[in-house]
Every structure is written in structure tokens, then in C-alpha cells.
């Protein structure tokens, strides 16, 4: 009857550390994902403003430079409303009678 019940302990605690590590491999391999997509992006960043500081004279540069700076600011701002939206519709507690449409 003891070695039964110690089985199933050490059953769940090996599903447990598999879970745990299949979770941590997913992370990594996600965390790597994302780092190379921004490496990538950000080389081609540097390689499209090379390439246009060079095809435009100054003025029209620095109107180039303008509108990204502006479109970097308009985008944190539609990043933050989105964080906020997001918390206040996961914080929403429906009605009792709505709660039972949605399993």
C-alpha cells in the first residue's frame, strides 16, 4: 500500500519536472525566436536609414526622420492603451447570468 501511493507521488512530481521543463524549453525557444526577429529587424532598420539618408538631400531626411519619430510615438501610446484595455477586460467579472453562455 506505501509503495503505491510513494508510485503515484513520484508519478506527478516526474509530470511535474516534464511540464516544468517542457514550459522552460518553450520559453527559451520563443525568448530565442523573438531575439533574432529584433536582431533582424533592427539590421534592417540601420540598412533602410542608410540607404535613404544617402538618396535624400538633408531637408528631406529629416522630414524622413520626422515621420518615424512620430510613428515610434504614436505607437507606444496605441502599446499602452492596448496593455490597459487588455487588464480592464481580463479584471471584468460578467453578470451571473451571462457567465453561463461562455464555458
Not at 520563443?30 to 538631400?57: D, E, H, K, M, P
Amino acid at each position: 500500500m506505501k509503495s503505491d501511493t510513494l508510485d503515484i507521488k513520484s508519478s506527478r512530481v516526474s509530470a511535474s519536472i516534464k511540464n516544468l521543463l517542457r514550459f522552460k524549453t518553450e520559453t527559451l525557444s520563443q525568448g530565442l525566436w523573438l531575439l533574432v526577429v529584433t536582431i533582424v529587424s533592427g539590421v534592417f532598420n540601420y540598412l533602410a536609414n542608410i540607404s535613404v539618408g544617402r538618396l535624400l538631400i538633408p531637408s528631406e531626411y529629416s522630414e524622413y526622420v520626422s515621420l518615424l519619430s512620430i510613428s515610434l510615438i504614436l505607437g507606444s501610446v496605441t502599446a499602452v492603451l492596448q496593455t490597459v484595455i487588455t487588464t480592464q477586460v481580463h479584471a471584468y467579472k460578467p453578470h451571473p447570468v451571462f457567465s453561463r453562455l461562455v464555458p
